[in-house]
């Protein structure tokens, strides 16, 4: 009897070290993987019930599709073809995301540029976090890419790469670069270009301004959400977003 209690105890001890190292070694790998995706430990809103979270506490905080509220915005996203800087598609739909407040505004150039034949040819917009990780593994250089120590504001959900077309042709009007063109021409107040690619992009940047936006210096397309700093980086999928129904379409 006294023999079978010790081998019971014994028995019990051998399973508890046996869980706890399992504990040890599950936690270790979830905070390897945590770190992969978040190795420079920043405020990142990640998985959807973090946003879920976030957007019940402060409703302004959603991230809308764009096409969904502003329905003849032209959408071109690179990132979701291999025609981009890095030759790889990044994405995996040719989807673009921002901010509630950010696509108020863009249906308000949209409207106003409307009325000129003209409207707006999206590049890029809310790029998850580990998109901007992969965009730094390929080419190590911040005049490129965001760093991903502080992250992109594309990664806020608060900035857009842009250019206008001709409503009536659907052409791109013409500018001083194409869209990633990583040379000092692509300036947002670079000289040397010709007449109407410089009158093209000013008519870009003063609408875009005029909505809340501020222009990159060394790239014409990029703007900022004036605010952007209000708004934590991201690291949740299209999918992701796509999978969060309670989005209200803005009235
Ligand atoms: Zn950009």
């Known amino acids: 009897m006294h023999e079978d209690i010790k081998n019971n105890l014994t028995a019990m001890k051998i399973t508890l070290v046996t869980a706890l190292f399992i504990l040890v070694f599950v936690a270790g790998s979830l905070n390897a993987q945590e770190n992969k995706r978040n190795p420079y430990h920043l405020n990142i809103i990640s998985g959807r019930e973090a946003y879920i979270r976030l957007i ?29 800087f890095t030759h790889k598609k990044v994405y995996t739909s040719a989807r673009a995301f921002a901010r509630l407040k950010v696509v108020r505004s863009l249906a308000g150039v949209e409207n106003e540029l409307s009325k000129r034949g003209l409207g707006l040819k999206v590049f890029d917009a809310y790029r998850p976090y580990t998109a901007t990780l992969l965009f730094w593994d390929i080419i190590h250089d911040t005049a490129y890419v965001a760093s991903p120590a502080t992250g992109s504001r594309h990664n806020r959900g608060c900035a857009v790469d842009v250019s206008l077309v001709d409503l009536k042709t659907g052409k791109e009007l013409q500018m001083p670069t194409p869209f990633d063109d990583f040379t000092p021409k692509a300036g947002s107040a670079y000289r040397e270009i010709p007449q109407t690619a410089k009158l093209n992009r000013q008519q870009l940047i003063s609408i875009m301004s005029a909505w809340g936006f501020t222009v990159y210096p060394s790239e014409w397309w990029h703007f900022d959400f004036n605010g952007w700093k209000d708004y934590e980086l991201m690291d949740l999928s299209f999918e992701d977003l796509d999978t969060i129904k309670d989005q209200p379409v803005i009235h």
């Open 56 to 84: 019940r506490a402060d409703s302004l905080k959603r991230l809308l599709d764009i096409r969904k509220e502003v329905p003849g915005i032209v959408l071109d996203i690179r990132y979701a073809t291999s025609n981009n």
